[in-house]
């Protein structure tokens, strides 16, 4: 897996013509994978379980409530001295708009093995996604951010904190009627080995460059 070290964020003015395309096309299909997984009504991830609730409670799209969470997210980091970069700001705006889109055009699968089969896409995409914007090194989503940020600040282990969060969201969102089922566990196991496995192919590295009087190759 990529090191920490090497997903750092970088500047947007070094290769954007390579690493925007890239985050803009994982951002877009991480929204389209969480609808797949929605679809196939067998469990989500701890955030989008949140996400759903606050949805049936307040009547507004998925992708709005999304955006909103994120919006949220984003002013928790003013204590934590976070930055957020371009990357960040897209994660709200992009996810929001194709989780909608993706939602109003794919149809309810009927039968079971159909929504496996979503549930299945949509994990493994979700993974893809994730990647390929983390990958793009233009800084993190605003949950991702928080968890790092209070890291950094207070000392725990990001386990132990992103643990922490993910359960609090998880049990918030239950109890707001998201749906928490088989999905919501193969996510957990499923995502970390995943990512993993997609990340260096994805990663933007910078080239070294040359030092001073030394040749060209």
Not at 13 to 28: N, Y
Not at 183 to 192: K, N, R, S
Request: proline fraction near 6%; glycine fraction near 12%; aromatic fraction near 6%.
């Amino acid at each position: 897996m990529a090191s920490t070290t090497a997903l750092h964020q970088v500047s947007v003015r070094i290769s954007p013509a390579r690493r925007l395309p890239q985050l803009f096309a994982g951002l877009w299909l991480y929204g389209a994978s969480m609808a797949l997984q929605i679809r196939a009504t067998l469990g989500l991830n701890p955030w989008d379980v949140l996400h759903e609730g606050l949805t049936k409670l307040t009547g507004l799209s998925f992708g709005l409530i999304t955006a909103i969470t994120g919006v949220l997210v984003l002013l928790a980091w003013i204590p934590l001295r976070q930055k957020p970069g371009v990357g960040t700001i897209a994660n709200v705006a992009l996810i929001a708009i194709s989780v909608d889109v993706t939602l109003a055009i794919l149809p309810a699968p009927e039968g079971l093995l159909p929504r496996i089969v979503f549930l299945t896409l949509g994990i493994v995409l979700n993974a893809v996604a994730f990647a390929a914007y983390v990958g793009s090194r233009l800084g993190p989503g605003p949950r991702d951010g928080l968890v790092t940020g209070f890291c950094r600040r207070t000392g725990l282990s990001l386990r132990l904190t992103r643990t922490a969060l993910e359960v609090l969201v998880l049990g918030t969102g239950w109890l707001l009627g998201g749906t928490v089922g088989i999905g919501t566990v193969l996510y957990a196991l499923g995502i970390g080995p995943l990512a993993q496995l997609f990340l260096p192919a994805l990663t933007w590295r910078e080239r070294s460059r040359p030092a001073c009087g030394s040749p060209r190759t």
